[in-house]
């Protein structure tokens, strides 16, 4: 069992009414489909890991920015990180953000356990970047305050809508969208809760509906839109009707897209590849930025040059789909059977193996995600997702605290 995380409360007997102060507050997928996602409890962990969490999320982000101005404009990388063809065109002529804000919407995901000879008995590794679409944002910014200050626990999740504001600020979006707009329960509470948060005027909107015409791209009701926010993965504009004609509005100028369409390089799971790849080669980075890969990366290829003792994973699967686990043997351990496996689409990349470590809730003893949200270059708000030793979609949520 870990060490790292103390478990506190004991769920309510009267679950209902807390679900129906959840679905008040904007938390509507807390019971879903007859499914216990939510976990009425609190993991816990010690203010002197979660500072070094913060630090290790600093410190990789500007890792990673680098990586992607590396990348930049390298059509050789584009194909070796699974970039769909039909995307390079628009990130060759998109201008590169400024530092640290190529993605303004990310979110890390760490398995976090105590390690004896590790630097203060902590070992934190990353796991992988999610810097395009993450979702886990009503989760954090909402439902994790609420449910530690009922618990009487403290958080460190305050921080979360000031960013949100900030960065939309900057960005201006006239418009929001996701998937099933008002159907589907999750990206629609995300994106009206980052519309909230942003406190600007906006139009939220199904991408389902949009139409598009020589890169010009309309709502339902015939408007322009010219800024969107948009909570849809821009690897499938490879393989969605209409995505080719999203990628030339977004490449012609006429729609500025948020999260930046270079978010895309950070998202693959190849950009992980490219920075191991650059740490081992020692170019790119300083002593102090390869101190940060090897302490909190972990080893990842694109081809499988492990023995035992890994992971794959296409470079843009989500929600644990195409993740198979190998033993010491090199064997097949385990493979997730409930997400959408993306390995025939997309490239697969390799990467040494670190288990998620366990805790014991009411829902059983499960395996806990740590995620950390990077929001207008800020680590600022936590995720705790449990579930087996693969996170997929049947993953509880479990608020995190910092005591």
Known sequence: ???????????????????????????TWADYEEERYWIDQVAVMESSVHAELE?????????????????HRRRDLYELIGIPPV???????????????????ARFDFAISSHPEAPNGNSLKLLELNAD?????????????????????GHRNQQMAEQVRAAWDFEKPDTAACIAYGEHAEDSGTIEALVKHSG???RLVDCLELT???????????QVIERMFALYPKEWMSVDDGGEALAYAVESGQLKLFNHPHAILLQSKGMMAVVWGLHELGMLYSDEEREAISRYMLPT????????????????????????MYGQAGELELQDEEGYDTSGLFPVVYQKRADLPRVHTAE?????????FVIDGVPCGMLGRAGGLITGNASHFIALGVE
């Open 55 to 71: 630090q290790a999320s600093q410190a990789l982000w500007n890792v990673f920015d680098k990586a992607v101005r590396y990348v």
């Open 364 to 372: 059983g003893e499960l395996h806990l995600l740590v995620g950390m």
């Open 133 to 153: 679409t993450p979702t886990g944002y009503v989760e954090s910014s909402i439902a994790t305050p609420w449910l530690c200050e009922r618990a009487g626990v």
């Open 1 to 27: 069992m870990s060490e790292m995380f103390r478990i506190v409360g004991q769920p309510s007997e009267n679950r209902a009414a807390h679900v129906r102060e959840l679905y008040d507050l904007g938390f």
């Open 301 to 324: 290829y694109n081809k499988p040059l492990f023995s035992g003792d890994y992971v794959s994973k296409s470079m843009f699967g989500r929600e644990g789909g195409s993740v198979r």
């Open 200 to 202: 600007r005027q906006m």
């Open 87 to 105: 995307l390079w065109n628009m990130l060759d002529q998109a201008p590169v953000a400024e530092e640290t804000k190529i993605s303004r919407y």
């Open 212 to 222: 598009i015409d020589d890169g010009l791209v309309k709502d339902a009701e015939g």
